[in-house]
Structure formats: structure tokens, C-alpha cells
């Protein structure tokens, strides 16, 4: 499905953005491992966050299929699912790695795949772990999906994560709370702490600290329900930000964000470029949230790598985009890791931005982009990858010409909504 966009004059208003993926899949797995009724207000609607309700209902829970509905009731059976299950993560490989995590317990046998990108995507990072527990595994050819998982007994593990990830800690976390002994995971850089923050939450003996989190020994199955409430998804609140630094005279409030520090790199990055973005914080547990108000500024170039960058992970895109709108060279490295998320980002946004005119040059781990640059009108091709789509969108918003984006229809994944909220902000 194609798109075609144009150059905006201004973009301006308040807006809610869908809830926080992240914390939508976490708190529906942890939903079914709890007893009793709990309540998740807010979750994501989005095809991903589907795909973990979907696998749930597989497994035996009440849990409704079709898009997640704003006020989600869970009967949780303390993690007592179905003995056989065959289930689809479609594009989700949050879905795939956490349910992989919490069924390598669970007595039975369960088949885990996906649509063809997330079958090309590595899954041994998280299989190796697992199995290092005591989980019986098998990957297809070159450690891809589908993942085949004979649930057993486990034994806590002390891991070391070579690369930062929070759903490989998640994962490790999930088969914690059914093994014997204490589970540790150490990684060389923050990641997203959603996981550990939410068990904490719950009264689980969870010990933070920086670049590591334990799981004390004991039995902690069933955990006890609960009431959440999904703050707005900061990745998705990310377009809009940047959008409003990029557009000139617009003023932007996104409202009712997720502003977890682990996940808010993109900030420091931006500051450090000379945008204008406010955080007001408002009171909740167990994520802190806050609204963003974002307006137009001119940027410099800068450097980004090392720890801002697990912290970044899927807005780098976006600081690509900002950069062609920058005064001098952003670099971009030690981003590796977008060359197996749903499509070669590093590639894919090279491509794309060089096809506006932007002068961008890849590396293996990254790009530089030298700005300003008036970008032209154009095609360009997400590869179905929803954050691609929507990071060339905002290219869109100050290109000379208009911009056609293929695969748009990966948008669904995330933010279905997003020409809606554009239609509201522009007019």
C-alpha cells in the first residue's frame, strides 16, 4: 500500500498517542501468570500487541481476539495453559522472545513463529540462555524461527548478555519466575527496564541496579493481579517531537507519555542538536510518565554512540531524518543492531533518504548524514517496516515535493492512527 505526502505549513495542537507497546505485551503475559482478575486500561491496539493477546487466547486464556480493546479484563490462571499449542507472533519478536522465555516452564510442547520478516530475524539469543536453564529449544536453519519449545524444569542462571536487549532479559526473567534458585542477567548497557520494573511493582524480590537486575530464589508463581494503567508509547510520541522540531512554527503537546529513562535517549540526543522539547511529569507508578511539548528549532550536527544508543534503538531512524535538517554532520554508530530488526534499517533509510537527496553515507554500524538539505519529492519503500514508513513521513513534512512511502501498511503494527493524528495537527 502506497502513501503519498506533502510538505506541511505548521503543525499544532495536543495529542494522545497509542498506549506503550512495550509495557501492552508485558503486562498481558504477566496478566495471564497472575491469579485472579487484573485489568490493563490503555494497552497498545496495534497488529504486535494483537499478537501477544492472540498467542494468550492459544494457550487457553479469555483473553479477546481481534485489535486490543482500551479496557482489557484478564482472568489469570497463574500461568496454567494448554499442554500443546501452535502459535503466531506475526511480526512481533517481543511477542516471540517473551512467550518463548515464559513457556520454557511450562509442561507441554509449543511452536513459535511469525511472518516472513520475523523469520529472518536471529532468535539463538535467546534460545541460548534458555538453554543454559535447562530449556529444550530448536531453531530452524541459521537460529531463526519457528522456535520448537518442550517445556521442563529449570535452574536459575547467572547471564552475561554480550548485547544489550531487553526482550533476551526479559525472556531470561520470564523462565526465572519458574526456576530453581536465583536468576541474574548483567548486559554491557542499559536496555529497557519495563520488565524488571513491573515484577518490582508486584512486590516480586527484584534487585536493580545499574546494567543488572536478580531474581531472588523461590517459588513466585502465581503473581498476584493487578490494575494498570498503559502510559502513551514513547516511540510513537517520537515522530510527532521530532516532526514539530523539523516543521517551522509548529508547537506540539503529546500527552500522557512513558518518559522511563531507559527508553528516552532520543532526547539527550536532540538536546545535545539544540531542539526545544519539554518534559512535564505527572505522577504513576510503575513507569514514570510525563507530557512532551515539542517546538520548532534549528539543529546542529553531532555524534552519537556508545550507551545512548541501546537507549535509542528505534528512534535512531528519526535522528537520521532530524540530521538532514542539521547544521553540519550527524554520525550515527555502535547501531549494529538495526540490520536485523524488521527490515535493514541502517539500509533501508540510507536508500531512502539518499532518494530525497540527502547526503547520507552507511557504515556498517551506522551512518553520517551532512546537512541542511531541502529534500525533494520522491518514492521511497519502508519494506513494510511501520517505524521506517512513519520516519519517512516526517521526511514528508519538510520535503519540496511529495513523498510516496510503500509499505505503509506496516504502520498497522504500531500506530494505525498516525494520518489521523497528521490530519488533526496540520489542519
Partial sequence: MDVTLSRVDRLQGNLAVPGDKSVSHR???FAAMAAGRSIVRGAAHGADVASTAASLARLGLDVPSGPVPRLLSVEGLGWQVAREADLDAGNSGTTMRLLTGALAGRPGRFVLSGDASLSSRPMERVAS???RMGASLSLAEGGRPPIRVEGRPLRGIAYDIPIASAQV???????GLQAEGPTSVAEPGASRD???RMLAWLGLPVSIAPGSVTLAAGKHLPLPAFELDVPGDFSSAAFWVVAATLVPGSQVCIEGVGVNPSRTGLLEILASMGAEVEVIPQAAEPELVGSLRARAAGLRGVRVSGGVVARTIDELPLVAVAATQAEGVTTIRDAAELRVKESDRLAVLATGLRGLGADVEEAPDGLSVRGPTLLHGGRVESAGDHRMAMAFAVAAMV?????????????????????????????
Avoid: M, N
Fill in 129 to 131: 540462555p534458555l538453554r
Fill in 194 to 196: 519495563h520488565t524488571e
Fill in 27 to 29: 503486562a498481558l503475559i
Fill in 399 to 427: 520535503a519540496g515535493g511529495p513523498v510516496t512511502i510503500g509499505g505503509w501498511e506496516g504502520t498497522a503494527i504500531s500506530y494505525p492512527g498516525f494520518l489521523d493524528d497528521l490530519g488533526g495537527l496540520a489542519s
Fill in 169 to 175: 532479559k526479559g525472556a531470561v526473567l520470564l523462565a
